[in-house]
T-cell receptor, first 111, second 114 residues
Framework: GENVEQHPSTLSVQEGDSAVIKCTYS??????FPWYKQELGKRPQLIID?????GEKKDQRIAVTLNKTAKHFSLHITETQPEDSAVYFC??????????FGKGNQVVVIP | DARVTQTPRHKVTEMGQEVTMRCQPI?????VFWYRQTMMQGLELLAY????????DSGMPKDRFSAEMPDATLATLKIQPSEPRDSAVYFC????????????FGPGTRLTVT
């Protein structure tokens, strides 16, 4: 089955700087790659996603890039703010509408 | 703003007791997922329904866990008997078959088994 790995496990950035989280996946058949943000005690929230027919997608301060050849995709957060502090999960479709999730990255934005 | 709802939000129970968690998927969604989240294991898929039919429950301990969808607006996850190792946050998520992979999570049920 699909295996998704995230790096680094924890990322600290100064407010205003950019943060980048990278995920790798194993199944070349995966065609959908969402990112979820989970604040402490809250539900994972879908913040951005990308399908395999595009290489990049942007929504205000967040963007996702996909490299199908290398089987990795990344989340980019620009001009980070304290409210961006959370755990971010990447996932890859693994057939039959299922998702395989990474273990999550803790992002800490230092004011 | 349509959202997945779950009840109860918190549950504390003693070992051996039955626990039932409920989920109302977003109206019109036809896929429902149950996940368990712990610090050690992250998000684990327990069960998956499509058009109310169970498609995959391989992640669930069969001897004590059961998942059902009595109708399109209700999914249930039961643990009987509960054990301390079942303590976790249980999330329900829903989506559409045609929107491959898109899933929206409920607020979760935080279960503590003492």
């Amino acid at each position: 089955g699909e295996n998704v790995e995230q790096h680094p496990s924890t990322l600290s950035v100064q407010e205003g700087d950019s943060a980048v989280i990278k995920c790798t996946y194993s199944d070349s058949a995966s065609n959908y790659f969402p990112w979820y943000k989970q604040e402490l005690g809250k539900r994972p929230q879908l913040i951005i996603d990308i399908r395999s027919n595009v290489g990049e997608k942007k929504d205000q301060r967040i963007a996702v890039t996909l490299n199908k050849t290398a089987k990795h995709f990344s989340l980019h957060i620009t001009e980070t703010q304290p409210e961006d502090s959370a755990v971010y999960f990447c996932a890859a479709s693994s057939g039959n509408n299922r998702l395989a999730f990474g273990k999550g990255n803790q992002v800490v934005v230092i004011p | 703003d349509a959202r997945v709802t779950q009840t109860p939000r918190h549950k504390v129970t003693e070992m051996g007791q039955e626990v039932t968690m409920r989920c109302q998927p977003i109206l019109g969604h036809n896929t429902v997922f149950w996940y368990r989240q712990t610090m050690m294991q992250g998000l684990e898929l327990l069960a998956y329904f499509r058009n109310r039919a169970p498609l995959d429950d391989s992640g669930m301990p069969k001897d004590r866990f059961s998942a059902e969808m009595p109708d399109a607006t209700l999914a249930t996850l039961k643990i009987q008997p509960s054990e301390p190792r079942d303590s976790a946050v249980y999330f329900c998520a829903s989506g559409l078959v045609l929107s491959e992979g898109e899933q929206y999570f409920g607020p979760g049920t935080r279960l503590t088994v003492t």
